[in-house]
Each structure stands twice: as C-alpha cells, then as structure tokens.
C-alpha cells in the first residue's frame, strides 16, 4: 500500500493527495506535524513534502515527477495523464504555474496558520513566524497585510477570470480530469482562506467538482473544518 507523508498546508503535497484519491486503490495517508523532524530522519530526508513511498520501498518527491507518472506507478482506475491531457497543454500549464509562483508562495505565507499542522500547537506557529520572517524579511502579519495587492497582482498575471470562464464552459481544464485540475485545485483552494480575499464562484464549483471526483475533501486539513 503507497503511503503519503504530507502537510495539510502544503499545496504541492494535497496534489498527490487528490491523485491517489482518484486513482480509488488504497493508501495510507500520513499528515505530519509541522515541527516533525523525527519522520524525516527515519526516511533519511531532507524536509520537504510530499513524500510518497511507494510498495518496493521507492521513496518519490517531486510532485511534478508523481503527478506525471501517476498511470504507471499506479495503474489502477481511469488514467490522470493518457488521453487526458496532451503534453503541449500540460507544459504550458506547468509555465504558467512558475510564471505565478513567487505571488502565490507569499499569499500562502498568511494562509498556512489556518491549517492543522502550523496552527494547532503555539509553538508551531512560532517557529513558522520565524521562518517565514526568515524568508521574506516581513512578519506574517504583514504578508497578510498585503494580501489585497497581492491578490489584484495574482489576478492581472494569471487572467483569472478567462481561466474560470473556460473552467466554466469545459468544467475540466481539458473538457475532462486530469493532472491538470489536480494541480489548479491544489494550488488555488488555499487562497480563499486569505481574510477578505473572493475568489470566483464558479471556481469554487469546479474546486468541488474536482473533490468530488477524487474523492477527498480539501478542507479536511483546516483547524475549522467541518
């Protein structure tokens, strides 16, 4: 059985979250705290997630090498990747996702805190405020301060609106899943937790059709969800 080491607030791990989801076989799903370094030391791993092991003991990473992969390592259900995505599509998926990295790590700096693994526990939030602050030379607070221009940055880089009117119109980046939503809904689900911030309505209906598919809910992780 392949199992997922991961953080609640780290979009690139919730990815493989929703793969293995929807690739219906089963997994052991293993969230860890954000001050866990024991884990990492037993798997002889830098810390970093998502960590998927898989049955013969192959640790995995990259959540843009899984997501590839994901028909071959498991090839159980439909396919994510084969006929559902062309590779022209997916790269220019992939361009337009580090075109916009460097806004959205910054928007998710405030938004991590409502998630379990950062959020729970006082001394967790401490040490995410000093690495953050490490990070950026601001405070928390202030990155979420800043969430509005920000968030008006996000919208003018990635022509959100034209992104939800063809998420509309197809209700699957390709018209049907695949990797490709796996990686949107991922990346952009944390957003709407930013205080003040609305993301379009008609995205968070193709968020849900998406969890749906796959199976998972991606509030699980939040201190507040249900």
């Not at 998927?52 to 071959?72: P, V």
């Not at 995505?85 to 990295?101: C, E, M, N, P």
């Not at 849900?208 to 598919?213: C, N, Y």
Request: hydrophobic letters at 45%; proline letters at 5%.
């Amino acid at each position: 059985m392949p199992t997922l080491y991961h953080f609640w607030s780290v979009p690139e791990a919730q990815r493989i979250r929703l793969a293995l989801g929807y690739k219906g076989m089963p997994w052991e799903d293993c969230p860890l705290e954000y001050q866990d370094d024991a884990t990492f030391f037993d798997l002889g791993v830098e810390r970093r997630v998502p960590i998927l092991r898989l049955d013969d003991g192959r640790l995995l990473r990259d959540s843009q090498e899984i997501l590839e992969r994901i028909d071959e390592l498991l090839p159980t259900g439909a396919p994510l990747v084969g006929g559902q995505i062309a590779a022209a599509a997916w790269s220019a998926l992939l361009a337009w996702r580090t075109k916009v990295d460097a806004v959205l790590q910054r928007l998710y700096a405030p938004a991590r805190p409502a998630y379990r693994d950062v959020g729970t526990e006082p001394d967790s939030l401490t040490a995410y405020k000093a690495e953050i602050e490490g990070r950026y030379g601001l405070s928390v607070e202030a990155l979420a301060n800043d969430r509005y221009a920000g968030y008006a940055q996000f919208e003018r880089i990635t022509r959100l609106g034209a992104l939800t009117r063809h998420l509309v119109e197809q209700r699957f980046y390709t018209g049907r899943i695949s990797v490709a939503d796996l990686l949107l809904t991922a990346d952009l689900f944390p957003l709407q937790l930013l205080d003040g911030i609305s993301l379009p309505v008609d995205l968070m209906y193709y968020f849900s059709r998406v969890e749906e598919a796959c199976g998972l809910d991606l509030r699980e992780g939040l201190l507040l969800a249900g």
